[in-house]
């Protein structure tokens, strides 16, 4: 789930038929959704295309209006957010413990990170990189290079049960699980 010019973009999982991919617009206060024919696990947007890890790791690559461009290759991870300043792709995987970095436009990753488990990685209004690790239990921040920065707990969201996907938009923690999205204030800062 992830915020790209005023509009949410949301994926629904449909099993091994694939997923659908939901917008929301903000301004008109509108609902639009687009098919997609392969199983996939997370995405991420920027403002000219949306981002799909498959399930073999791999990243397929739309237009904003859901026409299929090109496929990324490789074992490159499960969940995906767009750093808009650095011009980059997050991509955490889950299995390998790492968190790589890659150049939407050259295809190539840049760098990589070591974090134990990571289940996802969201990035803030101020470009930090906050990336959720699931064997310690809190977000590990990083900077737009990569670079650690600290970490952080998470008091506000003991409680609401399994986390499936969030992401960081206008100060709020933007969560999705048991059938809907809910909003929380950060106030990790």
Not at 41 to 55: I, M, R, S
Not at 64 to 93: C, P, W
Request: aromatic share 14%; hydrophobic share 35%; net charge negative.
């Amino acid at each position: 789930m992830q915020w790209s010019n005023n509009r949410l973009y949301a994926m629904e999982e449909l099993g091994d038929t694939g997923a659908k991919v939901h917008i929301y617009d903000e301004h008109f206060s509108q609902w639009g959704s687009w098919l997609v024919r392969k199983k996939v696990c997370d995405l991420a947007v920027n403002n000219e295309q949306v981002y799909l890890c498959t399930a073999t790791c791999n990243i397929l690559v739309f237009s904003t209006d859901g026409h299929f461009q090109y496929e990324i290759e490789g074992d490159l991870g499960q969940r995906i957010t767009h750093h808009s300043k650095a011009d980059m792709l997050v991509i955490t995987n889950h299995s390998s413990d790492t968190v790589s970095f890659l150049n939407g436009r050259t295809k190539e990753v840049e760098w990589t990170i070591e974090v134990e488990k990571p289940w996802g990685a969201y990035v803030d209004e101020y470009e930090a990189i906050w990336v959720w690790s699931e064997f310690n239990q809190e977000f590990e921040i990083y900077d737009s290079k990569g670079e650690f920065v600290q970490s952080a707990g998470h008091p506000r969201m003991i409680g609401i049960g399994e986390i499936n996907t969030c992401c960081v938009h206008s100060g709020y923690l933007w969560m999705g699980y048991d059938g809907g999205i809910y909003r929380f204030a950060v106030g990790f800062r």
